[in-house]
Structure formats: structure tokens, C-alpha cells
């Protein structure tokens, strides 16, 4: 079974700052999510990659596939984007309990 | 295209009624999984079913909960004589091949047990 872990837990920066977030796992994947949830709110697809660096507006989402770890990255933090960010680890085994793992999320805190 | 749909968003249920949850998946996508959030923890997978299948339900606890997905209309979560601890958010997923291709998440339905 996958394990999926994520770092920091918790992470409070100041408006500016460069942050990034960490996310492994242990068994080879077909596709890794990285997902944001606002407190009370639904979830967002941020970016689901299977190889290289994405990119969207500040955020930039980054796998190695090799050493089993992706980052994310946010430019230029902004208070609005203090949420829970959440790594999503999907196999190939199409679905089902083993198909998405998910991590415990990381709590982000931007301070203006 | 209006993305998963889960409703209703919030939904209050005195202990022992019972609370149905439905979601529409993405027009195109036949399989659909339901995840539940406790609070203060992670996602955990609950069910995935594709069109009028269960595949695997191995996330659902043994009594109260059901879960269908018909060949028309949309997926519903079904929790007979809810209890407190049935408080959580549930959001439903979809995809149009049972892989990573096009996973989209609903929004969620707030479930409260008063």
C-alpha cells in the first residue's frame, strides 16, 4: 500500500515569501495531485502531474519520479492563499482503496 | 461543462433519520469514487463504483452505509439512522476511464448530526 508523506504539517510565512511543500510516497504512481482546501470549502484540483514541473499563475508543481517526491511551490504567498494543501498519490491499480492515497495535508498560514 | 456536482452542500440530520447524499459526475465519466473527511483528519476512500457496479466498497463501514451509482442519474451515498460521528464532509470524485485521466472532485456535501 502507498504511504504518502507530507511536510511540513504546518507552515505560517509572511505575505512575500517563497514557499514550497513537500510530498513522498513509496511505491511507483501514475499520476500525483496536489489539491487545495479552504477551510470549510471544497476541494481544488490544483495540478495532477506525472513528470517534470507545471505551472500556473504563481503556483509550480514539480515530480521526480525516480526519488518518489514532488513539491510545491507558491511565489509572491498572498493570505488568500492560506488553506490546506493536500498531496494525492494515484496508482495504477484503477481505482478503489488503493488507487488514491491521499496525505494529511499541509496547513498554510500567509500572514499580510 | 459544470464539473462534479454534490449536493446538497450542507445537509443537518437529527440522530436516527437517515441522510442521502448525491452526486452528479462530469458529463463523459462513468466511474465515480466517495471519500469521507472526519474532522481535523485526511481524506479516506469510502466506495468506487462505475454505472449500476460497486467495485470496491472495501471504505464503507459494514452497517448503515450504502452506496449506488444507477445507469441513469446520479451516484447517491446513503447513511441510515445517522449518529454523531457520521458528522463529516464527503466529496465525491469522477473520472471517464478509471485512472488518473480527468479526475475531477466535487465540492463536497457537509454532513451534521445534531
Known amino acids: 500500500k502507498n504511504e504518502v508523506e507530507q511536510s511540513p504539517q504546518n507552515l505560517t510565512a509572511q505575505e512575500g515569501e517563497f514557499i514550497t511543500i513537500n510530498c513522498s510516497y513509496s511505491?511507483?504512481?501514475?499520476?500525483l495531485h496536489w489539491l487545495q482546501q479552504h477551510p470549510g470549502g471544497g476541494i481544488v484540483s490544483l495540478f495532477m502531474?506525472?513528470?517534470g514541473k507545471k505551472k500556473h499563475g504563481r503556483l509550480i508543481a514539480t515530480i521526480n519520479i525516480q526519488e518518489k517526491h514532488s513539491s510545491l511551490h507558491i511565489t509572491a504567498s498572498h493570505p488568500r492563499d492560506s488553506a490546506v494543501y493536500i498531496c494525492a498519490a494515484f496508482s495504477d491499480s484503477g481505482g478503489g482503496a488503493d488507487g488514491l492515497t491521499f496525505g494529511k495535508g499541509t496547513h498554510l498560514i500567509i500572514q499580510p | 461543462n459544470a464539473g462534479v456536482m454534490q449536493n446538497p452542500r450542507h445537509l443537518v440530520r437529527r440522530r436516527g433519520q437517515e441522510a442521502r447524499l448525491r452526486c452528479s459526475p462530469m458529463?463523459?465519466?462513468?466511474?465515480v469514487y466517495w471519500y469521507r473527511q472526519l474532522p481535523e483528519e485526511g481524506l479516506k476512500f469510502m466506495v468506487y463504483?462505475?454505472?449500476?457496479?460497486?467495485?470496491?466498497e472495501s471504505g464503507m463501514p459494514k452497517e448503515r452505509f450504502s452506496a449506488e451509482f444507477p445507469k441513469e442519474g446520479p451516484s447517491i451515498l446513503r447513511i441510515q439512522q445517522v449518529v454523531r460521528g457520521d458528522s463529516a464532509a464527503y466529496f465525491c470524485?469522477?473520472?471517464?476511464?478509471?485512472?488518473?485521466?480527468?479526475?475531477?472532485f466535487g465540492s463536497g456535501t457537509r454532513l451534521t448530526v445534531v
Open positions: 511505491v511507483g504512481i501514475s499520476a
Open positions: 458529463k463523459g465519466h462513468s466511474h
Open positions: 470524485a469522477s473520472s471517464p476511464t478509471g485512472n488518473s485521466y480527468g479526475y475531477t
Open positions: 463504483l462505475q454505472k449500476e457496479n460497486i467495485i470496491d
Open positions: 502531474l506525472s513528470s
